[in-house]
């Protein structure tokens, strides 16, 4: 399945969800579908998505990012989106697009102190370890 | 460089046309933003092909003015149903097809040329130009 080459990593209650390639329609809608089941399957609290490879977030992207906040909420988790290119806010913001219902912040840092304060997911709920070497990855990218 | 013509004939065609505009983008010396804006609106375009019509192409011609000023131009055209109200379909909102109704007029404001020619019955033509 085309759609599984993006991982969802588990970190504490905390979905991670690292989009690293230029995603098709239907890629996108298998993550949305693979982001809801591991919700239910792992109980988790938070879902992080990192788009700061992510060239381009056009209204189709764009309304999956909501639907996929939307649901989460239903089911009792927060969602952050992290990383977008400065090129690509521009660009939604001229599209008219507004990812009503996304939160969105500028790296994985800030979207785990999002979730951890505003959402009350606590620390032991992250999992500091797993969270240091995600942290390695940022700076090495960067 | 040459023009290109991408057929337009499932939903995995809008990820291929997208990819090649932002590469010509890049050829013509585009900057990041410009690249953005022009894959975006690849994306929306070719989606509305896919959703409305089924299938059609794009063609993309790289292109230079008298000025010696480059740009590129982007073609979407198909055989579909057409667009019944074409100053309804550039508002802001307006959708026939459950989306947000951002396509058509979030792209005109991600280009500097737009034109729409549309035919009941017998398809669509869109051009859009974003000079470097």
Known sequence: MEGSRIPILKVGRVLIVPIQVDMDDQTVMHLQERILSELERTGARGVLIDISLLEMVDSFIGRVLSDIAAMARIMDARTVVVGMQPAV??????????????????????????LRDEFAVRDDEIGQVELNAFDGEQVNRA | ?????????????????RNEVRAMAVRIGFRIVDQTRLATVTSELARNIIKYAKRGRMIAQPMHNAQGQSGLRLIFED????????????????????GL???L????????????????????????????
């Open chain 1, 89 to 114: 806010a521009i660009t939604l913001v001229e599209l008219g697009l507004e990812l009503r219902g996304v939160d969105t912040v500028l790296n994985v840092d800030e979207g785990i102190k999002l």
């Open chain 2, 79 to 98: 055989t579909g149903p057409g667009i019944p109200d074409i100053e309804a379909a550039m508002r802001d909102g307006f959708t026939t097809g459950g």
């Open chain 2, 101 to 103: 109704g951002k396509g």
């Open chain 2, 1 to 17: 460089m040459e023009s290109k013509s991408i057929a337009l004939e499932s939903e995995h065609d809008i990820a291929v046309a």
């Open chain 2, 105 to 132: 007029p979030g792209s005109k404001r991600l280009v500097d040329e737009f034109k729409i020619e549309s035919a009941l019955g017998r398809g669509t033509r869109i051009m859009v130009a974003r000079w470097l």
